[in-house]
């Protein structure tokens, strides 16, 4: 789950000049260069129309991935031992109002659904300047970057390496991932409710034997933590201690914030408490 740069205080504490490292959620950029360019300059539209493709880019990785923010003002050198790139120094925007039409254009013209979301943060520096965090939050659909002239479609997603353009296996596979909307939504509200505190709207079962099971309640708070992306960890107090419960995300049918503030979860299987061991059954 990323954690957004909002203000002077996240960027403090979140990129350290010579150390911080780019990643999947994060990434530096002294500027989109080609934007600055002075009229009459040979191929001058031609690399404008490139560096705003690769602007389109920069956007739609991140919500193909987890989200992420997009540090513009910070520049960057290559690491030797990994190859990745490490914040170097802070290089200031001195026309942000420019730089944020820049911005919405390339959205507005190449990203397809041009009304996907990201926010602007402005982070003025002493001196003069700022430096501008764009947050992307992950999407549920897949983002495209369109160019109608060119005719042509790229799908990129985030890695730890920097862009990376998806293959026609992993546009199918994001493509037919029912689940990515479930984690999203649990990501929504776990920021909302950070104690990860969890109710079960079906409620929480015992079964003996053979006996059709009957209702039961935890002798504490139920907490829900999102392990990655693809499942989630309920812990579940008993007399018999913690038991820890691994699922999907495919197996959550809805998800609300509860007016107690906790997370209310709906699942299509049952968390049945059954021999000692607490797991999910199949309803029915």
Not at 47 to 73: H, M, P, V
Not at 174 to 184: C, D, E, F
Not at 256 to 262: A, I, M, Q, T
Request: aromatic share 6%; net charge negative; glycine share 8%.
């Amino acid at each position: 789950m990323p954690s957004f740069i909002r203000d002077q205080s996240d960027f403090a504490r979140l990129v350290q000049i010579g150390t911080t490292p780019e990643s999947v959620t994060l990434e530096f950029k002294k500027d989109f260069g080609a934007r600055n360019i002075p009229k009459g300059t040979p191929e001058r539209d031609e690399k404008r129309r490139e560096e705003s493709k690769e602007t389109a880019r920069d956007i739609a990785q991140f919500a193909n991935t987890l989200g992420g923010s997009l540090l513009i003002g910070v520049d960057e050198t290559k690491a030797s031992s990994t190859g990745m790139g490490v914040a170097s120094a802070t290089c200031r925007v001195r026309d942000v109002d420019d730089l944020r039409r820049w911005v919405d254009e390339a959205v507005t013209r190449l990203v397809v659904p041009s009304t996907m979301s990201y926010e602007w943060v402005v982070l003025p520096q002493l001196g003069g300047g700022a430096i501008v965090a764009i947050n992307v939050p992950a999407s549920a659909h897949l983002v495209t970057v369109w160019d109608r002239e060119q005719h042509t479609s790229e799908h990129l997603r985030r890695t730890h390496q920097g862009k990376a353009w998806m293959n026609p296996d992993e546009m199918e596979k994001h493509l037919m991932n029912g689940s990515r909307a479930a984690y999203l939504k649990m990501q929504s509200l776990m920021e909302r409710c950070p104690t990860g505190e969890a109710s079960i709207a079906d409620g929480h079962w015992i079964q003996h034997g053979s006996e059709p099971p009957e209702r039961w309640n935890p002798v504490g708070p139920v907490k829900l933590q999102l392990t990655d992306s693809e499942s989630f960890l309920l812990t579940v107090p008993s007399n018999n201690g913690l038991h820890a419960v691994p699922a999907p995300y495919e197996v959550i049918e809805g998800a609300w914030l509860g007016v107690d503030g906790k997370i209310n979860v709906l699942l299509t299987k049952r968390l049945l408490f059954r021999g000692g061991i607490i797991g999910l059954a199949r309803i029915g």
